[in-house]
Every structure is written in C-alpha cells, then in structure tokens.
C-alpha cells in the first residue's frame, strides 16, 4: 500500500514538473505574441491568456511544495486578470476606461 | 450606431464588487499568521472601487462614495505611525506589538494584536494611493 | 546600548510630514509649522549626538527581534554627526523656501515632501540592515521623485524622466545584489554580515558582489562612468530642491560605499581599493572638465558635486586613518557648502532672471553681500586654508601621501585649483564687471535668501576655522571605521 502511495506521490510530481515546463514555454510564446501581436486586441488576448497561465503556474507549484497557502495567491491573480482585462477591453472597445457620466 | 450599454458589465458588478470586498477584508484580517494584509487587503479594495467605476462612470460612484482618496494616505500614515510609536511612551523598543485574547461575540475566542492596527493604517495607505493614482489619470483627458 | 533613541530622527520628520500634508492649503501655517518641527528635529537630534559622542552607539532593535533576525537600527557617531548635518541643511533649506517656491508648488505638499526626503536620508544613515538601507534609499527617492517633477515645466518632466529611470534601475540592480549577498552569507544585518564574510570560503564571489553593490552606490552618489545623469536633472527643479539633492543624495550614495567597504567587503583591498583610487582619480578629472565646459552656472555647480564625491572616494580607496577622516571630514564639508553654493546660485539665478554667465555682469554693485558671500563659499569649496575643504583635503592627500600614492595627490591638487578656477569665473563673470543700470534691483528678495546661506556659511567656515573643535570627533570615527570589530560587537553583543 505504502508503495503505491510513494508511486503515486513520484508520479504526481513528474507530471507537474512536465506541466509548469510546457505552460512556461506558452508563457514565452504568448510572450512574443504580446509584443509582436499585429492588433490590439491579439495582445489584449494573449495577456488574459498570460494570467490564465500564471493562475495554472501556481496551482501546479503549490502541488509541489504540497501547501495551501498559495490558494489565495490564484485567487488573486484571477480578480486582477477580470480586472485587468476588462479594463483592456473597454479600452479597445470604448477608448476610455473610466467614463466621467454614463447617463 | 446602436447605443453601447455595459449590461452584462454592470450586473456582473453588483455581484462581485462585493465578493471582492469581502475577499480583501478576509485577506487583510488574514496577514497577522499568512499571507496577505494590509497591502494586498487595501489592493483588493481599490480593485473592487475601480471596478464599480469602470462599470458606473465617475460621476455615479462619486456619488456613492463620497470618499476624499487624497484624504485617505495622511490618515492612514498617521495610524500607522502612531501604533508603532505607542511602544515608545511606555518605553518598548519602537514597533514592539502586543496582543491578547478576547471573546468576541458570534466569532468566539479570537486573537487580536495591535499589530492589526498598523496594518490599517497600511490598509488605508495603499487605498488612497493606487485610487489617487487612477483617478488622476482617469480625470485627465 | 539599547535604547529608542535612535529611532526619533527618522520618526519626528515623517509625523512632521503627515501632519503637514493635512493642512497643505494654508500656507502660512505650514511654513510656521514647517520652521519650528525642523528646529525641533535638529535639537533632539543634537541632543542624541551629545548622547552618542559620550556613550558610544545607540542601538534599536525594532519590535524586540534580537539583532540578526530583526530590523535593527545603529546611530553610531559617523550616522549620527551625518544625521546632524542633514538636519542643518534642512533648516536653512526651509528658511529658503519661501522665497524662491511658487505659491503653487507650496501647496502642492512641498513640505511634506521635504520632510520624506529627511525621513528617507536619516534613515539610510541610521540603519543597520543592508535590506532596509535599500527601503529607506526607496523613501528618499520617492521624495525626490515628486520634488524633482514639482512645478512641472517641460524640460523638468523631461530631465526627470531621465532621473527615474536610471534610479529605478539601480534600485533593482540593489535589490538583485541584496539577493546575491543573501544567498552567499544567509544574511542582511550588516553586522551578521561581516562576521560571516571572513568564514566565506569562496572569496571571489564576494568580491563580485561588492563590485556589484559599489555599482549601485556608484550611481546614486555620481562616480566616474555613472555620474553622466546627474548634473542636468539637478539643474532643473527649484533651488532649493536642487539644494537638497545636491547636499543630500549623493552623499547617501558615499556613506554607503564608506559604511559597505570599510565593515563587509575588506577581505580583498589590495584590488577592490585599487580599483576605487583609479575611479576616484577619473571622477575628479572627468567632474572638473565638466565644471569648466559650461556657461550654465547652476550646471557648473552642480558639475562641481562631481569632483567632490571623488575626493571623498581617494580616502576610501587608501584606506588608512588618516584618509577615512579626512573623507569623513570631506563629507561634512561637503553637504553643508553644497547646499549654501545651491541656494546662492538659486538666488543669483531668480535676480537675474537668466542662467547664462554670459548675461551677468556687475551684480556686486546691487548686492554686495551676495557677492562677497559667494566669493567666500567658492574659496571653501576649492579649500583655500584656512577654511574646512582644505582641512578635508589635506587628511586625504596626506592619508595617500603615506601610502605613497603620489599620482593621486597631483591629481587632486591639480583637481581643486581648477575647482577654483570655475568658481572664480562665476565670480568674475557675474559680480564683476561694470554696473549694469538698466537692471531693475530687488533688495528685499535679495535679503530673504541670504539669511538661509549665511547661516549654512557660519556652519562651513566654522568648521574650518574651529577645527581644532571637530577634528577629535572626526579621528574618533575614522578610529571607529578601520576597527569593524567594534560596530560588530556593539550590534551582535558577543
């Protein structure tokens, strides 16, 4: 039984080290893609894919180190990406971010 | 051109403008033993506050909260500093803390320290500057 | 010496600048306010150097963390006397600006804003954790950032632009550094720090590290390849603003250096020291070449803070007794003749309404007192005996002169008589000349800004002229400096 855990436990890691590789590496692409990105809005985009990412990046991490202090941090990352990304959207869409009168 | 409308923006903000309120007073109580505090607590706030005007416009929230920002960084310095020179007057070493055990009705035992108190000057603080800094940028056209 | 003394300096400006900030619109308030909280804050801080000369090094440790875990502040007699001098160029710099800020510019949190700037500096003096010397050049340095960009004229934004980003850059390269000496030693009190530095096995690695962090020092306090950015952005802001980065900032910069190589990095002088005499020797030389180029005088003085920080690097670099007081010495001198040279220059400026040389001429004739001051500040600035930069200078040549630097001492020598020569050409240039009657004359203006500077100028000259006073004080820090046991032993109480 102890054996299975331990196999267990060794398998869990290896795949969340091969995880945070490959989701690094897309960070890196979406990277260029940021900076290359043709429009606007492709950047807008790839930085909401970006803190989408980041949000898995720290997930994976908080396996490895097997704590659940960084649960917040996801948390927060993903209310600044809402955030964040509404705000670029708007700004796309609208040229302005806060507006002085709606109505 | 069809008018724009924010719908699904602004129904979306009702509901968690408030999850956000709550998630940054939870992180601002919860920085005395893990992470967060008054820094990410008072980031949170000015989250949430951006948020209600990116949805509602300047004029609306302003009427809601009728908050001087500017105000708000003073105030929150001046509770900051005068919980860590308190320890002074009764002759501690400056920033010394010291916490006790209440019963608070509805939460049970708890433990508050005077270190809770720094981090609302702190809370106060980082309120007042990151909504200083939008909104000067906002107002400029 | 445990004791919450050594916190106040940097407590009593930041409240002063709080409250200040809430009152920002009523101006003669806060300039009232404004006079009696520095005053204030020079007496006590005088009080604990009286302290401090008589007991030895007041030690804090903040919230009651033992020294090589928590955040530990040390107000020994070199951060104490530096702590005095900032106070007393703050007194003057309060006194000065009324007269030359802008209605405008004083509401906008001036003083407040000063006040930070105080907090900040006191601070990287007092502290005794590399880290925190790292929060506290933070504080400085968000002050000054407002500072510099307070008014906002097109070219000040422009210059500013510049100013923060070469500062954010070394802050990172700080921190980055902080990180590496972190991982080699398990450490950020200065003093743990130094203890463990002569158990470290792999010393190249440390002296990579110091270079490192004298990089970082290197460009907040204007050394030979980093010094390109400082004078134009210290030409831009007001006066007195000027004044205070010019006495202020980069003297951080060099107390740094003084404090980082003479306790932790001492395990390979014979290159790191070597290296500072030929940057010292650079600075001087690029610093004066600078001063002369120009016809912009408040660029000439502000070029001229060049040349100084290099003298004060020579004492460093040599390493010896006698020339780590002679740039303690040098230090002093320094802030104090800057600031008066600044605030001068400042009023010079404002009558004339022009900064080219070119345009003065015969100011003498309408504001004799002006005139002659400057001729006194110039000669005390180049160290003409008997005033304080010659004493200064002479420790320092004579600290090289024992090691048998010569090349050094010509340099110098050569470097302060054409230190004199730039000033003397503002002196000639401007006060000299015929009177110019078509000049409309402001006495009272005039009257406003001297008082600041002869009282700067009463401190220089004294401290030249009353030496013999000072110069136990100076030895007994010098003293202190080569025996980093002492400071260990005080902090860590073994």
């Known amino acids: 039984m102890s054996d299975l855990v331990k196999s267990m436990d060794s398998a869990v890691e290896t795949v969340s080290i091969i995880c945070i590789v490959f989701i690094s590496i897309s960070i890196l692409m979406l990277l260029y893609r940021v900076i290359i990105g043709p429009t606007n809005p492709d950047r807008a985009v790839a930085l909401d894919t970006i803190g989408i990412n980041l949000m898995a990046l720290v997930g994976l991490i908080a396996i490895l180190l097997e704590t659940t202090r960084l649960n917040d941090v996801v948390l927060l990352i993903g209310i600044l990406l809402f955030i964040g990304t509404i705000a670029l959207a708007k700004f796309l869409e609208k040229g302005v971010i806060i507006d002085r009168d709606l109505d | 051109m069809i008018k724009e409308n924010d719908l699904i923006l602004r129904t979306t903000t009702t509901l968690i403008a408030f999850i956000l309120f709550g998630f940054s007073i939870y992180l601002f109580l919860a920085g005395h033993s893990a992470p967060g505090g008054g820094f990410i607590g008072g980031l949170m706030t000015s989250a949430a506050i951006l948020l209600m005007y990116m949805a509602y416009g300047l004029k609306a929230v302003s009427k809601i909260l009728p908050i001087n920002y500017q105000l708000l960084i003073p105030i929150g310095l001046t509770i900051a500093l005068l919980t860590s020179i308190g320890s002074v ?4 070493p400056f920033l010394n803390q010291t916490f006790g055990y209440f019963d608070l009705p509805i939460l049970g035992e708890k433990e508050l320290a005077t270190a809770l108190l720094f981090d609302l000057g702190v809370y106060l603080t980082v309120v007042g500057v990151s909504l200083t800094i939008i909104l000067t940028i906002a107002n400029d056209q | 010496m445990i004791s919450n003394l050594a916190v106040l300096p940097i407590v009593i400006p930041m409240i002063a600048g709080i409250l200040l900030a809430f009152f920002h619109k009523k101006i003669p308030l806060v300039r009232s306010l404004a006079k009696i909280l520095t005053t204030t804050n020079t007496l006590v801080v005088l009080f604990i ?33 530096l702590v005095l001098t900032t106070n007393i160029i703050g007194i003057a710099a309060v006194f000065y600006a009324p007269a030359s800020l802008s209605k405008k510019q004083e509401e906008f949190y001036f003083y407040t804003f000063f006040f930070l700037l105080i907090t900040g500096v006191s601070g990287a003096f007092i502290t005794g954790d590399l880290f925190n010397l790292f929060v506290f050049f933070e504080v400085l340095l968000m002050a000054s950032y407002a500072l510099i960009v307070l008014g906002g004229g097109k070219v000040q934004l422009r210059e500013s632009i510049k100013y923060v980003l070469i500062n954010l850059f070394s802050s990172m390269l ?122 912009n005088i408040k660029l000439i003085v502000a070029y001229n803070i060049i040349p100084a920080v290099g003298f004060m690097l020579i004492g460093i670099a040599i390493f010896n007794e006698t020339s780590l007081s002679g740039t303690v010495y040098y230090l002093i001198h320094d802030m104090i003749i800057k600031a008066a040279l600044f605030l001068l220059v400042g009023a010079v400026v404002y009558l ?70 730039s000033m003397i050409r503002i002196f000639i240039q401007a006060f000299w000349g015929e009177k110019d009657e078509t000049v409309t004359v402001n006495k009272a203006a005039a009257r406003r800004f001297t008082l600041p500077v002869v009282f700067l100028l009463f401190f220089s000259v004294f401290l030249g002229v009353g030496a013999e006073l000072i110069f136990p004080s100076v030895e007994q820090i010098a003293d202190y400096l080569m025996n980093p046991e002492i400071y260990i032993q005080s902090v860590l109480k073994e």
């Open chain 3, 174 to 295: 700080f921190v980055t550094a902080v990180a590496f000496l972190y991982s080699v030693v398990g450490t950020v009190n200065m003093a743990h720090i130094a203890e463990r530095v002569q158990g470290v096995e792999q010393k190249g690695i440390l002296t990579t590290i110091g270079i490192l962090l004298f990089f970082v020092f290197g460009t907040k306090a204007a050394l030979f390849p980093l010094y390109y950015w400082l004078p134009k952005p210290y030409t831009v802001p007001n006066p007195v603003v000027s004044a205070l980065f010019g006495a202020l900032l980069t003297k951080v910069g060099i107390y740094s250096i003084l404090r980082v190589f003479t306790l932790i990095f001492i395990h390979d002088t014979d290159f790191t020291h070597t290296f500072f005499l030929w940057i010292a020797g650079l600075t001087l030389i690029f610093g004066v070449i600078g001063a002369l180029s120009t016809n």
């Open chain 3, 49 to 81: 150097w009286l302290y401090v000369k008589e007991n030895g090094a007041v030690i804090l440790e903040t919230g009651g963390w033992e020294a090589p875990y928590g955040i530990i502040l040390v107000a020994d007699l070199l951060s104490i006397t």
């Open chain 2, 89 to 92: 007057f009764i002759g501690e």
């Open chain 3, 352 to 421: 004339t309404g022009t900064t080219d040389l070119r345009k003065m001429k015969g100011l003498i004739h309408h504001y004799p007192l002006l005139g002659w001051l400057f001729f006194l500040s110039s000669f005390v600035l180049a160290g003409i005996p008997p005033f304080s930069g010659f004493i200064g200078k002479l420790q320092l040549l004579k600290g090289a002169f024992e090691e048998g630097e010569i090349l050094i001492v010509i340099v110098g020598l050569l470097a302060s008589l054409l230190i004199l020569l």
